[in-house]
């Protein structure tokens, strides 16, 4: 993640935006980033603040574990960056250089809201593009806010974060 951007070559360099809450990141976030860096040749995970949601973890606690946990991903080269943000979505991908906007779906209720997302991304700013990566079978049930409730009521969420991830999820909830 520390490695400079190569410069782009004659041909297209794509830029690809992943954003989310990230609270905490599972291993269906992971998935999606080792996937993502497969159509990019650098990727910018954005953390969103989004106080909106009450997150669990502060955003520098959300930026940090994003961090330690891509940096043990393959990543096949591409450039990898964790992000905060708190401005328009679209006004961060445009700050990025970015021309692809990388959203994870793991049901047709996700399609519906994301649908209704990418529409209103491509009136605010047609040149950049929404590519859905569908989640895989193993992560298509895992969402933050279920891990969160799961780890709340003492269950084992093991299967769904990293190791480190867990220790931290079950940390703020024996505080």
Do not use: W
Not at 139 to 167: C, D, H, M, T, W
């Amino acid at each position: 993640m520390g490695k400079k951007p190569p410069a782009p070559s004659a041909g297209h360099y794509r830029i690809g935006v992943y954003p989310g809450t990230f609270d905490p990141v599972t291993n269906g976030h992971l998935d999606i980033v080792g996937r993502a860096v497969k159509v990019v040749d650098r990727l910018v995970v954005a953390v969103a603040v989004n106080a909106g949601k009450g997150p669990l973890f502060s955003l520098k606690e959300r930026v940090a574990m994003c961090r330690r946990e891509i940096d043990k991903l393959q990543l096949n080269g591409t450039v990898v960056e964790v992000v905060p943000f708190e401005t328009l979505l679209m006004d961060f991908v445009v700050s990025q250089g970015a021309d692809l906007i990388i959203r994870g779906l793991r049901a047709v209720s996700d399609f519906e809201y994301e649908f209704q997302m990418a529409g209103m991304n491509t009136r605010i700013n047609a040149s950049v593009e929404t590519l859905f990566l569908m989640a895989s079978e193993r992560n298509q049930f895992i969402a933050s806010r279920l891990v969160k409730e799961v780890a709340s009521l003492g269950g084992n969420i093991s299967s769904f974060v990293p190791a480190a991830v867990n220790k931290s999820v079950r940390a703020k909830y024996k505080a």
